[in-house]
């Protein structure tokens, strides 16, 4: 299904004269079959589109210079059906600005061993076309995905759809702007970064703005216009009958609805689909945005609270790549653990803002004092994920380059905690609760976390892969020693990377 309608990926196949006109009208056939087929595939989430046979340096050149100036493309697969000699592509290479999928196919699957000959060698010969190609890329340094297997196999369009889907979120991350409301929460490191640094690695503004910028869109909202939302939040969320004839909760819950108006007003003039608040800087507020933070990161936005830009980036990077799919994704803490030995967990939730796009069932509806901020109650929707795969990932600022830290969990049954006003999650870390929590302090892990049980390792290698920045991984094959050292070696690479560039 085409998730991402607007964008598109291009299909590209090279080749060159040698082979005279027939072989050439026979590549471009099979060409147009693949790159169809591949459009085709239910795992498609972007039209894949069929653009051109190449076979001289100037067409290759141009083609690529067409692709870098079209916004809607957001990829290139490229495919050597022959052997295209691959000094052709050097100079189309060195200004490729569009993630690139090195497509290692065949026109046919197996070998045709009665009947082979060499005119059938001499067409379908990707093993050693192939070759040519990943040698000059890996020789420029083009960061691209390699992807094997014949063109019709599942596993192959798997690896393409998560592909696109990185393509997607590379594409926002060159146009995304983040809205910082006030500004850090007062001498908090991880949280912090280098704003300019981050545009430079992965494209994305972070601007501040004063919250009476944003007090003056709520202000402008129409009573009217918050009731009926009101009356929205009635039909979606269970609410408990106390609440319901509670009159502060009445008055609350109206304010809320404002807010949340100002806010999608606000973020909507500025064209920023990601921000952050801070409960120290809540100047003209009457409380803590909750709900309408809840519910805009169910409709995309990326938040990260306390003034954190770096997981409101990657969480609206995040949603991007997780459109279409099931389980949702969230803003995360890891809040507090469970050291009992024989069921070992984490509990993780923040004071208001999860996204109810991983809740298992209808959202409560609830308002509860929060201990700090110094406002009014806070409206928030309080629910519990379902069991399953999950996973952690944090973004930090290590001083000279930006590290994500990917953690694989395994979600577990929630357990009742009826005195705990919050949305939560409960998971056990991978490979275990010793080894996968010293890996993470040992790697400078944030507590603020993406937490998503619609994406996987893959996208975020894909995605990481394309901005050429340093992914860590914790999952069930890490052993701590390995991982210290892996640590060191990044050190190095990175110091070294840093100074040659
Ligand atoms: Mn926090």
């Given at each position: 299904?085409?998730h991402?309608k607007?964008?598109?990926?291009?299909f590209i196949?090279g080749?060159?004269?040698?082979y005279?006109?027939?072989?050439?009208?026979?590549v471009?056939k099979?060409s147009?079959?693949?790159a169809?087929?591949?459009?085709?595939?239910?795992?498609?989430?972007?039209?894949?589109?069929w653009?051109?046979?190449?076979t001289?340096?100037?067409?290759?050149?141009?083609?690529?210079?067409?692709?870098n100036?079209?916004?809607?493309?957001?990829?290139?697969?490229?495919?050597m059906?022959?052997?295209s000699?691959?000094?052709?592509?050097?100079?189309?290479?060195?200004?490729l600005?569009?993630?690139?999928?090195?497509?290692?196919?065949q026109?046919?699957?197996?070998i045709?061993?009665?009947?082979?000959?060499?005119?059938f060698?001499?067409?379908n010969?990707?093993?050693?076309?192939?070759?040519?190609?990943?040698?000059?890329?890996?020789?420029l340094?083009?960061?691209r995905?390699v992807?094997?297997?014949?063109?019709e196999?599942k596993?192959?369009?798997?690896?393409?759809?998560?592909?696109?889907?990185a393509?997607?979120a590379?594409?926002?991350?060159?146009?995304?702007k983040?809205?910082?409301?006030?500004?850090?929460?007062?001498?908090?490191?991880?949280?912090?970064g280098?704003?300019v640094?981050?545009e430079i690695?992965?494209?994305?503004?972070?601007?501040?703005?004063g919250?009476?910028?944003?007090?003056?869109?709520?202000?402008?909202?129409?009573?009217?216009?918050?009731?009926?939302l009101?009356?929205?939040?009635?039909?979606?969320y269970?609410?408990?009958?106390?609440?319901?004839?509670?009159k502060?909760?009445i008055?609350?819950?109206?304010?809320?609805?404002?807010?949340?108006?100002?806010?999608?007003?606000?973020?909507?003039?500025k064209?920023?689909?990601?921000?952050?608040?801070?409960?120290?800087?809540?100047?003209?507020?009457?409380?803590?945005?909750g709900?309408?933070?809840?519910?805009l990161?169910?409709?995309?936005?990326?938040?990260g609270?306390?003034?954190?830009?770096k997981?409101?980036?990657?969480?609206?990077?995040?949603?991007?790549?997780?459109?279409?799919?099931t389980?949702?994704?969230?803003f995360?803490?890891d809040?507090?653990y469970?050291?009992?030995?024989?069921?070992?967990?984490?509990?993780?939730?923040?004071?208001?803002?999860?996204?109810p796009?991983?809740?298992?069932?209808k959202?409560?509806?609830?308002?509860?004092?929060?201990?700090?901020g110094?406002?009014?109650?806070?409206?928030?929707?309080?629910?519990?994920?379902?069991?399953?795969?999950g996973?952690?990932?944090a973004?930090?600022?290590?001083?000279?380059?930006?590290?994500?830290?990917?953690?694989?969990?395994?979600?577990?049954?929630?357990?009742?905690?009826p005195?705990?006003?919050?949305?939560?999650?409960?998971?056990?870390?991978l490979p275990n609760?010793q080894?996968g929590?010293k890996?993470?302090?040992?790697?400078?892990?944030?507590?603020?976390?993406v937490?998503?049980?619609?994406l996987?390792?893959?996208?975020?290698?894909?995605?990481?892969?394309?901005?050429?920045?340093?992914?860590?991984?914790?999952?069930?094959n890490?052993?701590l020693?390995?991982?210290?050292?892996?640590?060191?070696?990044?050190?190095?690479?990175?110091?070294?990377?840093?100074?040659?560039c």
């Open positions: 299904m085409k991402y607007d964008l598109e990926i291009w196949t080749s060159q004269h040698l005279g006109n027939e072989a050439l009208k026979e471009e099979n147009k079959k693949v169809n087929t591949l459009d085709k595939s239910p795992q498609a989430p972007a039209k894949i589109i653009k051109k046979l190449l001289t340096p100037d067409e290759i050149t141009n083609l690529i210079h067409e692709a100036n079209n916004d809607k493309c957001i990829g290139i697969i490229a495919w059906h022959t052997f000699p691959a000094k052709m592509w050097i100079n189309g290479l060195k200004i600005k569009k993630p690139l999928l090195d497509l290692q196919t026109n046919n699957e197996s045709p061993f009665a009947t082979i000959d060499m005119d060698m001499n067409l010969q990707t093993a050693h076309g192939g070759r040519e190609f990943g040698y000059i890329c890996t020789r340094g083009v960061k995905k992807i094997i297997g014949h063109y196999d596993d192959l369009h798997n690896e393409i759809e998560v592909w696109i889907r393509s997607a590379f594409r926002e991350s060159k146009h995304l983040v809205a910082r409301f006030g500004d850090n929460m007062r001498e908090v490191a991880v949280t912090e280098d704003k640094e981050a690695a992965f494209g994305f503004s972070v601007n501040g703005y919250m009476g910028d944003l007090v003056a869109f709520i202000n402008k909202v129409k009573e009217k216009d918050a009731q009926k009101v009356e929205q939040y009635y039909e979606e269970t609410i408990k009958d106390t609440f319901k004839k509670n502060k909760f008055t609350n819950l109206l304010n809320e609805a404002k807010t949340e108006l100002g806010l999608r007003a606000f973020l909507k003039d064209g920023c689909k990601a921000f952050t608040t801070t409960f120290e800087d809540l100047h003209g507020l009457n409380q803590l945005p709900l309408a933070v809840q519910r990161m169910a409709d995309g936005y990326g938040f609270a306390e003034g954190d830009w997981t409101a980036a990657l969480l609206r990077l995040s949603k991007v790549m997780e459109k279409g799919l389980g949702g994704t969230s995360m803490e809040y507090t469970h050291f009992d030995k024989k069921d070992e967990k984490v509990l993780g939730s923040h004071m208001l803002e999860i996204c796009s991983i809740a298992n069932k959202p409560s509806l609830e308002m509860h004092p929060l201990g700090i110094g406002k009014d109650d806070p409206i928030r929707l309080v629910f519990e994920s379902s069991e399953g795969k996973l952690n990932i973004m930090m600022d290590m001083g000279n380059r930006f590290r994500w830290l990917y953690n694989e969990v395994e979600v577990v049954k929630p357990v009742p905690m005195k705990l006003p919050v949305a939560r999650v409960l998971w056990k870390t609760m080894t929590i890996a993470w302090i040992y790697g400078g892990g944030a507590h603020h976390t937490f998503s049980k619609s996987s390792l893959a996208h975020f290698q894909d995605l990481s892969e394309m901005f050429g920045n340093e992914l860590v991984v914790i999952d069930k890490t052993e020693q390995a991982f210290k050292e892996k640590l060191q070696f990044n050190e190095v690479y990175h110091n070294l990377k840093s100074k040659i």
